[in-house]
């Protein structure tokens, strides 16, 4: 399985940005899925998740009502849409992907998680 996000770019504070995670290889409804982040000079952190069907979704407590993880499984893609950005926000964003069947939407851990895509950088102007 390949992932690529996209969607990343400038933008002011307060704006919104709309990122995707297109899978290819295997059909996405097969994983669960997660987005976390990582700031210059920090640690990877979970952003969201979203189990297979869509039908629940788990949420980082800094993002927890700004930030909306949703799916297309007919296209096989993700998305993580970005509200009331702010400059803490900045950091570049990757997707997951979780085969597993897991008890619970919590996917905060990172090693659920077997495959992984290449970033796509979110920057905040204050």
């Known amino acids: 399985v390949q992932l690529q996000a996209s969607g990343g770019g400038l933008v002011q504070a307060g704006g919104s940005l709309r990122l995707s995670c297109a899978a290819s290889g295997r059909p996405l409804a097969y994983y669960a899925v997660g987005w976390f982040r990582r700031a210059p000079g920090k640690e990877r952190e979970f952003v969201a998740s979203i189990s297979r069907s869509g039908t629940s979704t788990y949420y980082g407590d800094l993002v927890q009502g700004r930030f909306t993880i949703s799916r297309d499984n007919a296209n096989d893609t993700v998305y993580l849409q970005l509200k009331d950005l702010k400059p803490e926000d900045t950091a570049v964003y990757y997707c997951?992907?979780?085969?597993?069947?897991?008890?619970?939407?919590?996917?905060?851990?990172?090693?659920?998680?077997?495959?992984w895509g290449k970033g796509t950088l979110v920057t905040v102007s204050s």
């Open positions: 997951a992907l979780d085969q597993l069947i897991r008890e619970g939407p919590n996917r905060k851990d990172d090693s659920y998680y077997q495959y």
